[in-house]
T-cell receptor, first 114, second 116 residues
Framework: AQSVAQPEDQVNVAEGNPLTVKCTYSVSGNPYLFWYVQYPNRGLQFLLKYITGDNLVKGSYGFEAEFNKSQTSFHLKKPSALVSDSALYFCAVRVSGGYQKVTFGIGTKLQVIP | SAVISQKPSRDICQRGTSLTIQCQVDSQVTMMFWYRQQPGQSLTLIATANQGSEATYESGFVIDKFPISRPNLTFSTLTVSNMSPEDSSIYLC?????????????FGSGTQLSVL
């Protein structure tokens, strides 16, 4: 079975400060890892993914995430937070190869304080 | 990428009635997915809908309660049948598209369902 843990229900950060949203995963096999963002009253949007290659992946809106195999983590980061980054962030995992079921974390609410 | 139109965006329904949610994609896709998003919980996959075959339901979800149609490669419906307050949730349709192995998921804007 595969699972995703997002240990923080909410993360508060001041505008302009760096932000980190944590994610750890468990999967049998090589993982595909994702971050999705959900703005209020809108559907989820793809933010970035790790499939293979460089452990640091860059995505939309200046976000990046680092794949750490030994710690089974895939934390989302941004050097300088914007108020407009305030949203609900979901980490997700699936096994590589063909179509595989995607498992989502519970979500972390990011609040950027002006 | 894929653009998904989902409707209705929200509805308030009476116990015992049924609601059908529609999902239209702007391109042909093999698989469409239906998720439920309950407050404080992760997205839960209800079923996978392939065109021309029966939908595949996840554990805890049954066809009688959540019948799905998939008449063509761009459209699907999910019906929530004989609703109870426990069915109050956000329902999302999704497709897999893009990337080396269609690994990206694209989502509709969701249907906020409240059952009284």
């Amino acid at each position: 079975a595969q699972s995703v843990a997002q240990p923080e229900d909410q993360v508060n950060v001041a505008e302009g400060n760096p932000l980190t949203v944590k994610c750890t995963y468990s999967v049998s096999g090589n993982p595909y890892l994702f971050w999705y963002v959900q703005y209020p009253n809108r559907g989820l949007q793809f933010l970035l993914k790790y499939i293979t290659g460089d452990n640091l992946v860059k995505g939309s809106y200046g976000f990046e995430a680092e794949f750490n195999k030994s710690q089974t983590s895939f934390h989302l980061k941004k050097p300088s937070a914007l108020v407009s980054d305030s949203a609900l962030y979901f980490c997700a995992v699936r096994v590589s190869g063909g179509y595989q079921k995607v498992t989502f974390g519970i979500g972390t609410k990011l609040q950027v304080i002006p | 990428s894929a653009v998904i139109s989902q409707k209705p965006s929200r509805d308030i329904c009476q116990r015992g009635t049924s609601l059908t949610i529609q999902c239209q994609v702007d391109s042909q896709v093999t698989m469409m997915f239906w998720y439920r998003q309950q407050p404080g919980q992760s997205l839960t996959l209800i079923a996978t809908a392939n065109q021309g075959s029966e939908a595949t339901y996840e554990s805890g979800f049954v066809i009688d309660k959540f019948p799905i149609s998939r008449p063509n490669l761009t459209f699907s419906t999910l019906t929530v049948s004989n609703m109870s307050p426990e069915d109050s949730s956000i329902y999302l349709c999704s497709v897999a598209s893009g990337g080396e192995s269609n690994e990206k998921l694209f989502f509709g804007s969701g249907t906020q369902l409240s059952v009284l």
